[in-house]
């Protein structure tokens, strides 16, 4: 029996059913290691005569080549990551300690998980495929997050000045995409930092908020808030911050993250709004306003509710002791639509400024 | 502790060795043949070297023949002979597999082999300068025989000395200090006077490697202090040429996973970062 | 042309042979041949130097020698980052265990020196003592891919340095 099992675990290396490594008491692996069927036999047993699947056209398929010596190769290692891989399951197995961290080592090198994460959807993800219940689909979108998206964030926040006008500075540990789901707009994720039609602003935005970390799904509470800190305080002959939007104790599963208005309506009363949507009315003549979207994980349950605009979010991060983890931003500026959200909201009609020459400067 | 040993460093005078000796000083030797040939490939190394080299050559620019050889020469001629032509593009012909791209006699799409003509030997002597060039084998006589007191034996790995008194056990040599000596003066001559003069050492460091301590002939740890302890202080050289000769004595050229098969094992575990790897 | 005055061809002739610029009456009076089909030899020559330059410089140049650019499938891509993905763990491993054997032969230098320098001071003192002038010998060799064909050397001179 045992000279069986040997001979099989020896030769499945180059035989036609790779399997990786995986835990011994595991019940039912999830559904998002294994690569889709259609191309699972040519990732790991490489491209046949027929050429490999990802291509459409039947002429290109044809004329494929693969590069030679890349079938070994690509043997030899799989048995070897896949060694190294079940050595560190074991490992999970014997002690309990640092389990994530190795449970993100053991599947990281499976070509399955980085083809599935590569060529599937990483936003608006489909758990079959990326799932970001285990914790190395988290670690691959935190790579592909911070080699670009995280850095351009962190560059508008900067240059736009939005730190340090908002919060004096903070270290984002969570992805938040932005996009405005109403008739008037096309159906995009917003860049940090874009000038937006006050049409499109009309309607509040939904957030993306995709928690990278271990946390417990199931207490873990978030607060997001919309400031503008571009309002003009004309009595004082300078700018004041107010609150265009907040929400306080949403709960963020790793798959169901998305907070859209349809879900703020269909939702059991858990979810707190501090205060109502105000979409961005600036006023003619004055510059872009910025709108910073701050995510903050809760220590909490925060139930207050905010009855001014005038808003200082230090002090209320202060008070509430939140920890910011993730934001994002946009800019508007006035433009012809922003008489009909006036009136839309029935907010009064805006002040038009204008610039006095040769007079003295006020104080 | 080692009687035959002493009995053959005669010239040794060591007064506080005699029976229960009080902080004794030996000097150990560990004396290694570095290794002849590169190290064995893994598997993994093999494929890996192999991928790289096929997409190198996949890789790379087609072989300007013409520098190499005088247009229109004998050498040419031979040359171009030796060469597999890749099929040209012709029209009206569906190639399944992509039209060729031939451009200076090589297939932009594939790899270029290039073949060296073949020349034609006689038998020749072995003073002949044009002979073909065979290889030694990397496995000797001495590895076929599974001669472990051979220094021609695993010729990629790294040997140590050990030896086996008396049957008491493998372990590094060991000799007792004479008065006034030094440490890797005693284990030079230790050394010589174990296995005669026909051989040539080079010692690495007259400072110790490493030091084993024995309470009662018992290996104990290396921060263990007491009155009665026993110490052996390992000095480290390499065989450079000659062989180390003995009269009556067991011994061993052996690489890492040899000795562990050998030594007892607290020795090892107390020793296994000096035995090499490779 | 054939009616052509014979008097003036001479005069033609030796206009020509004088070295007036104008040949065209001496050449249409020659037999005609037809230009279509006909071979022509480039005639434009470069002396053997300028040849051997042309040569030399169309080694480093990269027209005409380039291959194709090597594309890859999905599939593909992710095989090739896997066999990368291996071969630098596999370094990796190598060299932590190079560094930790390192770590511990350090350690254990300094442990067998300092317990010497408790037990024996005067034998500290001459371990530590700097040997000038040492030199690594010119005996040793570096391994090579095949051994060579005497592999070792048995016959030494009684070494009377030592």
Known sequence: ?????????????????????????????????????????????????????????????????????????????????????????????????????????????????????????????????????????????????????????????????????????????????????????????????????SNVTAYPPSIKIQELEQVDTKTQLYTVLIVNPDVADIANNTYKTQISWGLSNVKLEYNDNFITPRRLLEDDGSINELIDYLPPVPEKNLPTQRFVVWVFRQPAPINVKLTERDFNIREFVKVNSLNAVGAHMWRSTWDLNVSKVRELYGLPKGTVFHKVRGEKRMK | MYQPLKRCLATVASPSAEGSAVNAIKAALLLTRQPIVTPDLTELEKAYFNYQEELERRLMWTFPHYYYFKKGSLSERRFIKAQKGPVSNQPNILFEKGEPDVVHNRERRLKQEVRIPKEEYEESSMSDISRPVVPNSRITDADRANDITSLERALPRTLHLLVNENNKGWKLPSFALAQGTTLHRAAESGLRELGGDDIHTWTVARSPAAVLKYEHGKLVAPDANSDKLEREFIIKSHILAGAFKPQNLEYAWLTKEEVEERVSKDYFEATEFLFSRV | MLTFPIKSQIATLSRAVNGSTNTKYLISSLPLQFARGKRTKRTVTVSAGTQRIITQLSVISARKKVPRVLKLSNEDLIRHDTVQRAWTLFQREKRQQQDEQLSKQYDSIINALEDLKAVAPELYAVANKKEKGKRFPLEARIPVDYPPNKIWYYDVAKDESK
Do not use: C
């Open chain 1, 1 to 197: 029996m045992a000279t069986v099992a040997e001979s099989t675990s020896s030769v499945s290396a180059k035989s036609a059913d790779k399997t990786w490594a995986k835990p011994s008491n595991l019940e039912n692996e999830p559904r998002a290691f294994k690569a889709p069927s259609k191309y699972r036999s040519s990732l790991l047993n490489g491209v046949s005569k027929e050429g490999p699947p990802s291509l459409s056209s039947k002429k290109f398929k044809l004329r494929y080549n693969s590069p030679s010596g890349l079938q070994d190769a690509f043997d030899v290692s799989y048995a070897y990551l896949r060694d190294k891989s079940q050595e560190l399951y074991n490992k999970i197995e014997s002690s309990n300690e640092n389990k994530t961290q190795l449970e993100i080592e053991a599947q990281i090198n499976n070509p399955e998980v980085r083809f599935n994460f590569a060529y599937n959807d990483k936003l608006e993800n489909d758990p079959q495929y990326i799932d970001y219940e285990q914790p190395v689909y988290r670690e691959l979108l935190k790579q592909d997050w911070e080699s670009k998206d995280q850095m351009l964030l962190m560059q508008r926040l900067e240059q736009l000045h939005a730190i340090p006008d908002t919060l004096p500075t903070f270290e984002p540990k969570v992805p938040v995409s932005l996009k405005f789901l109403n008739h008037t707009t096309v159906n995009r994720w917003i860049e940090p930092g874009t000038v937006l039609s």
